[in-house]
């Protein structure tokens, strides 16, 4: 069974860093895409980063572009999101998601969802 569990949130003040980690397993991830969304109060969820999990190629949202990261550890079977220069507006629960096809995983019909970790950023 495949689970994916998100940590690594809390609260921040505006221009400081968090670090995210997803947790996978269950399965082989190495023909994966492992993508990191968001979803803030109100509003549908977005996607943030995505990398392939064999070659690493990586893919970001123009919102985050710059200040985010998205990296993995395969001795770990772990994803990561460090965030830096954080903004108000980044304030949202971050869902890790997983899928073979790497244009789906960067989709909301990602077949493999974690729970969701919340991240407050503060002005």
């Known amino acids: 069974q495949v689970q994916l569990v998100e940590s690594g949130g809390g609260l921040v003040q505006a221009g400081g860093s968090l670090r995210l980690s997803c947790a996978a397993s269950?399965?082989?991830?190495?023909?994966?895409?492992m993508g990191w969304f968001r979803q803030a109060p109100g509003k549908e969820r977005e996607f943030v980063a995505t990398?392939?999990?064999?070659?690493?190629?990586?893919i970001y949202a123009d919102s985050v572009k710059g200040r985010f990261i998205i990296f993995r550890d395969s001795d770990k079977n772990t994803v990561f999101l460090q965030m830096n220069s954080l903004k108000p507006e980044d304030t949202a629960v971050y869902y890790c998601?997983?899928?073979?096809?790497?244009?789906?995983?960067?989709?909301?019909?990602?077949?493999?969802w974690g729970q969701g970790t919340q991240v407050t950023v503060s002005s």
């Open positions: 998601s997983a899928d073979p096809n790497l244009i789906t995983v960067r989709t909301m019909r990602a077949d493999y």
């Open positions: 269950g399965r082989t991830f190495s023909s994966y895409g």
């Open positions: 990398i392939r999990w064999s070659g690493g190629d990586t």
